[in-house]
């Protein structure tokens, strides 16, 4: 099945710093969605970006499907950016809907 | 409601007795998915349902854990005669159901804790 790599596994940043996340996917995918799992455990929808780029507020993220890879830029981090981010895709074979997840990247922003 | 909303957010249990843990998606959303996620790993699919239909089961570990939708909308994860290893954050999903977009909305989650 397909495999979702994801990088840094782990990042430590001062308040103020940009940083890039990155997901590699080893197949075709028909959903790519970037996912922040703050420290009380809700999961956000960050971004539903199967190709091209989008932008909200300090994030953005770029998806290039045809060498299979996102990314997630983080700019002027904050705190509250503190917990895991999480990258998950629907593989582009079959008919199936299911979420294939990443391991994540475990995001500490320190004041 | 505003969002997927899940219930109890917390449940400790004991081993052997059974759970029910519902799931109610966000209104007008067709499919409702089910994952599981251990701590310190990403979620991992267990089932879903379009309407009342269960299209995918391939996630379910095994016949102690099963999943109905009745009426296509509120959805219940039973798991019969729990085990240590069940503990786990229970993850319920709703989207709608448009062809090629199937953005994936995330409750709250159930924290499952077997003794």
């Known amino acids: 099945g397909i495999q979702v790599e994801q990088s840094p596994p782990d990042l430590i940043l001062q308040e103020g710093a940009n940083s890039t996340l990155r997901c590699n996917f080893s197949?075709?995918?028909?959903?790519l969605q970037w996912f922040h799992q703050n420290p009380w455990g809700q999961l956000i929808n960050l971004f539903y970006?199967?190709?091209?780029?989008k932008q909200n507020g300090r994030l953005s993220a770029t998806t290039v499907a045809t060498e299979r890879y996102s990314l997630l830029y983080i700019s002027s981090s904050q705190t509250t950016d503190s917990g895991v981010y999480f990258c998950?895709?629907?593989?582009?074979?079959?008919?199936?809907?299911?979420?294939?997840w990443g391991l994540g990247t475990s995001l500490a922003v320190n004041p | 409601g505003a969002g997927v909303s899940q219930s109890p957010r917390y449940k400790v249990t004991k081993r052997g007795q059974d759970v029910a843990l519902r799931c109610d998606p966000i209104?007008?959303?067709?499919?409702l998915y089910w994952y599981r996620q251990a701590l310190g790993q990403g979620p991992e699919f267990l089932t879903y349902?379009?309407?009342?239909?269960?299209?995918?089961k391939s996630g379910l570990p095994n016949d102690r854990f099963s999943a109905e939708r009745p009426e296509g909308s509120i959805s219940t994860l039973t798991i019969q005669r729990t085990e240590q290893r069940d503990s786990a954050m229970y993850r319920c999903?709703?989207?709608?159901?448009?062809?090629?977009?199937?953005?994936?909305?995330f409750g709250p989650g159930t924290r499952l804790t077997v003794t």
């Open positions: 999903a709703s989207s709608l159901w448009t062809g090629a977009i199937n953005e994936q909305y």
């Open positions: 209104s007008g959303h067709v499919s």
């Open positions: 998950a895709v629907v593989p582009g074979a079959g008919n199936n809907r299911k979420l294939i």
């Open positions: 197949d075709s995918v028909n959903n």
């Open positions: 349902f379009n309407y009342e239909a269960q299209q995918d």
């Open positions: 970006i199967p190709s091209g780029t």
